[in-house]
T-cell receptor, first 112, second 115 residues
Framework: DTGVSQNPRHKITKRGQNVTFRCDPI?????LYWYRQTLGQGPEFLTY????????KSRLLSDRFSAERPKGSFSTLEIQRTEQGDSAMYLC??????????FGQGTRLTVV | DAKTTQPTSMDCAEGRAANLPCNHS???????VYWYRQIHSQGPQYIIH???NNETNEMASLIITEDRKSSTLILPHATLRDTAVYYC????????????????FGQGTILTVHP
């Protein structure tokens, strides 16, 4: 499968724990995006990378959130000290600079 | 990015054409109209995009009005598998500085295709 891959697909964690998600984009895509989606809402933009540079971060991305894309390949999204409000689907997408974005299946986070 | 307005929900009979409208009255000259759909528990899937001309691909057709203030996505022969949330998005592709390309999703239209 050469699409966008996200791991894990599901994560249940206790409040206060740290979690990390991984996204492997389509190999030749230089742009990578993270979105968050809560029930009944459309995906909300969090941040994006062009190669290894993080070029924009949403105000939704609090200090507890950090994203990296070392070497411009895969990306990780870490949430520290998780809160119940962090429960959501976290989506990753990638594209070439002017091409359409392709999304992964998402990681569903449940904070208990 | 310009905002879009879509109906909350629509129904369509299987085998009939589904016509999904979208208003984007504040669209700028460098913004394209994109359509994505999201089937339950999956990531959004790209359908089609256009600037000012009508577009067609294997999935759908996109009709954009001459003034570009609205568009219609047409699924010519809807099937049960087309039941999904359909998002109309306007997106800067040309110019727009370093942030162009990101997608701003609204609530979308829940399309239900029934037998």
């Amino acid at each position: 499968d050469t699409g966008v891959s996200q791991n894990p697909r599901h994560k249940i964690t206790k409040r206060g724990q740290n979690v990390t998600f991984r996204c492997d984009p389509i190999s030749e895509h230089n742009r990578l995006y993270w979105y968050r989606q809560t029930l009944g809402q459309g995906p909300e933009f969090l941040t994006y990378f062009q190669n290894e540079a993080q070029l924009e971060k949403s105000r939704l991305l609090s200090d507890r959130f950090s994203a990296e894309r070392p070497k411009g390949s895969f990306s990780t999204l870490e949430i520290q000290r998780t809160e119940q409000g962090d429960s959501a689907m976290y989506l990753c997408a990638s594209n070439l600079q002017r091409g359409e974005a392709f999304f992964g299946q998402g990681t569903r986070l449940t904070v208990v | 990015d310009a905002k879009t307005t879509q109906p909350t929900s629509m129904d369509c009979a299987e085998g009939r054409a589904a016509n999904l409208p979208c208003n984007h009255s504040t669209i700028s000259g460098n913004e394209y109209v994109y359509w994505y759909r999201q089937i339950h528990s999956q990531g959004p899937q790209y359908i089609i995009h256009g600037l000012k001309n009508n577009e067609t691909n294997e999935m759908a057709s996109l009709i954009i009005t001459e003034d570009r203030k609205s568009s219609t996505l047409i699924l010519p022969h809807a099937t049960l598998r087309d039941t999904a949330v359909y998002y109309c998005i306007v997106r800067v592709v040309v110019g727009g500085g370093t942030s162009y390309g990101k997608l701003t999703f609204g609530q979308g239209t829940i399309l239900t295709v029934h037998p």
